[in-house]
């Protein structure tokens, strides 16, 4: 049983880098596809980015793509995602998650585990 804690967010000026980091216990990732997901206030939580299991291809969605990068570190049992260029756009709850299938990484329907969020929040 996996679980998922993640950490780094907070309150960051339009155009900053913002690094999250989510960190399993529980149980190694390293067999597991890693996603975030964000959910922005009285919207749905929308697909950000993924890792699939060896960590050597990564998905982001079409508003992130150029500014995000997911990556994973099955050694030490952590998943990132480095933001920059953030917009007031970007700000939301962000979530990491962890799926054993990883060939459709953007349905959240796949994903076996979850984070309980930290908040992101871009404004000048």
């Known amino acids: 049983q996996v679980q998922l804690t993640e950490s780094g967010g907070g309150l960051v000026q339009p155009g900053g880098s913002l690094t999250l980091s989510c960190i399993a216990s529980?149980?190694?990732?390293?067999?597991?596809?890693m996603g975030w997901f964000r959910q922005a206030p009285e919207k749905e939580r929308e697909f950000v980015a993924a890792?699939?299991?060896?960590?050597?291809?990564?998905f982001y969605a079409d508003s992130v793509k150029g500014r995000f990068a997911v990556s994973k570190d099955n050694a030490e049992n952590t998943a990132l995602l480095r933001m920059n260029s953030l917009k007031p756009e970007d700000t939301a709850i962000y979530y990491c998650?962890?799926?054993?299938?990883?060939?459709?990484?953007?349905?959240?329907?796949?994903?076996?585990?979850w984070g309980q969020g930290t908040q992101v929040t871009v404004s000048s």
């Open positions: 998650a962890a799926t054993r299938d990883s060939i459709w990484p953007r349905n959240s329907e796949i994903y076996n585990y």
């Open positions: 890792v699939n299991w060896e960590g050597d291809n990564t």
């Open positions: 529980g149980g190694t990732i390293s067999r597991y596809g």
